[in-house]
């Protein structure tokens, strides 16, 4: 049976380079994604930081290790699902030798065998490609982790040796996930099917492919209802959930919605090759279906993802913009405010001072620990400065209040503060502000409480009003003295331009590679889709097509199957800001969508582009031998 | 002109494979299409019989039923003396190993083995591995001896047939089922696999064909005629003339 596996790779090795690669770069991509992972998270604190640095280190490296394990889901869920679309499509390709083996005496265990062979061997050889590849990636990675800011200069992923483990777990576990749904169905082939291309050969909607769609269609609509409940972190997670749920039900369910799109694509004025094109595509369910569902995962991941980081990124602009009742921002370093307030034409003036904090709540047995910042404020003037945030009369002496971070506990609470190298011991959270979409402070302390020399040396802005009819001109330049000067409007700018370029950062880190992946799905199924179809090619040019109208049918085909796999990678895309719709109402009040629209457009163009371009190419050299040796050639 | 089956036969000419009241049905309310309508037929040991009809009439559904490649929705199935009508799948697999030989138009081999690899399969898959002189012996019988290596695209129409033919061959079965096996090749090509297949009946083999060529069914011992379904026909001895009179008749 190896034998025959090893001439049949020799003859179809489109199919089995094509499967072979998506394993190699499933591989390659987990692995990396999980040795920098581990490696972000043990980052060591470099000696010698002082605490504030020592907070920044670590809450850098957090995000670093959310990044990463964000990277590492996507990796495993691409590489599960692509390996397995790659696979199913392959069988399926195969049905009629595999029906041909029956006829001549093979048995099912025997098909079933052949196939789980098949694929181990393709995990083999993919996880051999996708460990040196994984490697490569990790450089990649690891550069990208530190050029966009993750990770201190010098970070270098550590190689460990029990990942090879890793890798061929992930290579020989995904080629046979990928298989084995594929060889069950392959080994209940009937052997009459070899002679024909009907019956049960052409059902492509299996119980599988309705199960797995309504059970994840139902997982998005159940993500859509609860993102707005999971508070600003956890909703954030889900809302980008729901586009890969339902990518994954629209990519099952694809057989069935291919062809009634396509029905409604237009096929240019009754122009034959149009209607061979559209005819086609419904014909050949399993390849359009194929091509699609790689391209509606990532169109969903893509748009869902970047869609999801700009809206929470646009509602934290707004939710900042309403929260903030000043004129002027002032930053500058250490206790301010007396000095501001003192410049004429100043009517209030809230000075807020970070200092690095450690929050230590038990909750039963439990005890969390969370590390971040803390504001020093005087309440009253921080009310006033923030409409919204409600009364913080009772934040004096010994007491905190919860941030906009949200970590910080709610009133009725007790929190073991610790700041810089000094702590506060347990204290009652006696107020706390809404947390904010966008984060902030983790806890509010009044004046008086932290440490002076952490209060000295940290980071202030103060919001400074004016008196009605003050010149803020005059006023700034007064200011300047103290500290940077900005007006309100300019200081939001800065402030959600930068969050805008995290959020970019964490986009590039996430996706990119992910994307790149998925694109590489795309073009493997329109390439193996094209390798199987030279004697349909023939045959239409020897009905009398030129070769030029057949590459240009399959061109317009490819084209047809990549607007629809675009539509539904839009609707899974929908679902996910739907869900951003609910989350920025519940949490800021406001619903708020802002879409990437250059990365939209280039996501459209260059899907037409990819598989415009593989179409052609794949097409125009499937159309080389003469059509006729291929008619002839039966086999 | 229709000649009935009436001489006695010795025990050792019973059936190899015999169709008791068999009928397959494809689709079911108004577009259900009866295929095999109430057939009874028995297809003797060491006899080539021809299955003869119009297009449409059943005669591949017939072969298929025969053949175990297809369930009967009523009727018994005879193979030997094994009835077969409700066998396992696994039986059914055994028996295409042992029993069954199929030879079809369109070749069907393997177009990634060689010819010699091709004709080794059915043996391979049965879990025997083959002497190479073995299948060499089986493919020069169809004289094609110097082709071992070649793959299937490498070799005439013709010769793909043979391949095919050795292929089912090798196993030794007791019957050999052929749809159309001279359907896709010109008429020296068809005549020396019509030879081919003679000489194999000559020496003991059982051979059950579906055609529609007239000079095909000249070669067979007896031929069958359907229309919708059934047996409207039988012919003993046929030649190209009597085959050809009903088969225009049946086309009216």
Redesign the interface.
Known sequence: MLRLSCSTFTERWPLFIGAALTVSLGVALVQSSLLVLISAATLDVPAGLSAADTVRFTEGAAVAVTVSALTLGFSAFLAVFIVGSTFAFTVALRRRDLALLRLAGGGRGQLHRLLLGEAVLLGVVGTAAGVPAGIATMSFQSWLLSTLGFVPDGFTAQWRIWILGVSVGVGLGVALAGVLVAARRAAEVRPLEALRDSGDAARVMTVGRWVIGVLFTAGAIALIILAPLGGAAGSMAMAVNVALCGSVALSALSPLLVPGVARLLPTGNGAVLGELARANMRDGVRRSAATAAPLIVLVALVLGQSGALTSFAAAGEAEQRRGTAADLVVEATGPVGPRVAAVAGVAGASTEIEVPVAITRSSGEDIEGETGLALVVDPAEYARAHPGAGSLDGLRGRSVAGGPGGEGGSPGDTLGVRVGGTDLGPLPVVAAVPAGIGGGAEVLLPPGLAPAAEVVAGMSRTFVALEPGADAGAVAAALAGIGTVHSVEDWIARDSAARDSTSTSVFLVVMGLGGIYALIGVINAVVIGAASRRPEFAAVRATGLTRGQVVRMALVESWGVTAVGLMLGVVATAGTLAAVLGTTSAVTGHTTLALPWPLVLSVVAGAFLVTGLTSLLTSWSATRPNPVALLGARE | MTSTMTAPLPRALQAAVALRGVSRTYGSGTAAVRAVDHVDVDFRRGTWTAVMGPSGSGKSTLL?CGAG??RVDSGQVLLGGTDITFAS??DL??L???RIG?V?Q????????TAE?NVA??L???GRRPAKAEVRAVLAAVGLGDRARHR??ELS?GQQQRVAIA?AMV?RPEVLFA?EPTG?LDSNAARTVLDLLRAMVDAGQTIVMVTHDPAAAARADAAVFLRDGRIVDRLVRPTARTVADPLVALQG
């Open positions: 298929h490649l297809e799948d696994a697999t055994a295409r190993r042992d199929f079809f369109s070749f069907n081999l393997i177009g990634s083995l690899q399969l059915p391979r898959l049965a299937p695209r129409g292929r196993t749809d896709a």
